[in-house]
């Protein structure tokens, strides 16, 4: 997809008639607090947890792919839910078929991390963000992706993002709550 292109299809969360399955709010307030722009999510809890639960089957044990590695990569952008977009592995189109997502912008042409972090630096240039500060997962982004990163995003400033994310996840919502309090109960039982 063209950087162009994607202007066309940004802030249409409301057209699709969804919302994202997490606080928004909250994880605009965390990064507010930690100074962040934007923030691009590689670790498969964290991605799994702002896809509202989606985790890939195919790669559930392995990550390799040849001579590189499945890496899924949310972007998110401070406000701006309708910006929002997941960079996925060629083989996830058919869950993006199914419209699995929440995301406006799914983009499932990556093989490798390269791939991938390459068209969210795209997209984060796209959205007008490529100059801004971009939180990390520092201990779950793989170093040619990093170096990708800082390649495509000169003038932005890379940080780590760990700490508001953990805290994004330890404050649980009440459905969330309610999931723990029946697997509490379920083990309790057994």
């Given at each position: ?23 928004t ?9 930690a ?10 809890h ?8 989606y985790?890939?089957?195919f790669?559930?044990y392995m ?5 590189s590695r ?25 869950e ?18 390269r791939?991938a ?6 997209h984060?240039r796209?959205i007008g963000?490529g100059?801004?500060r971009?939180?990390?997962?520092m ?11 800082m ?22 919502s009440?459905?969330e709550?309610e ?12």
């Amino acid at each position: 997809m063209k950087e162009d292109d994607m202007t066309t299809i940004l802030d249409d969360v409301a057209a699709r008639g969804r919302a994202a399955p997490f606080d928004t709010g909250l994880l605009d307030g965390l990064m507010d607090d930690a100074g962040l722009d934007v923030v691009v999510l590689t670790s498969k809890h964290n991605v799994q947890y702002l896809l509202g639960g989606y985790q890939f089957f195919f790669f559930h044990y392995m990550d390799a792919i040849g001579v590189s590695r499945y890496l899924p990569a949310v972007v998110y952008q401070k406000g701006r839910p309708g910006n929002a977009a997941y960079f996925a592995n060629a083989l996830e189109i058919y869950e993006k078929q199914l419209d699995k997502f929440w995301l406006p912008t799914v983009d499932t042409s990556s093989w490798g991390s390269r791939d991938a972090i390459t068209a969210a630096a795209r997209h984060i240039r796209a959205i007008g963000a490529g100059k801004g500060r971009i939180g990390v997962e520092m201990s779950f982004l793989a170093a040619d992706a990093h170096a990708v990163l800082m390649e495509e995003l000169p003038a932005a400033t890379i940080v780590d993002a760990h700490l508001p994310l953990e805290r994004l996840r330890a404050r649980k919502s009440e459905a969330e709550l309610e999931l723990l309090r029946q697997a509490s109960e379920r083990v309790v039982d057994a």
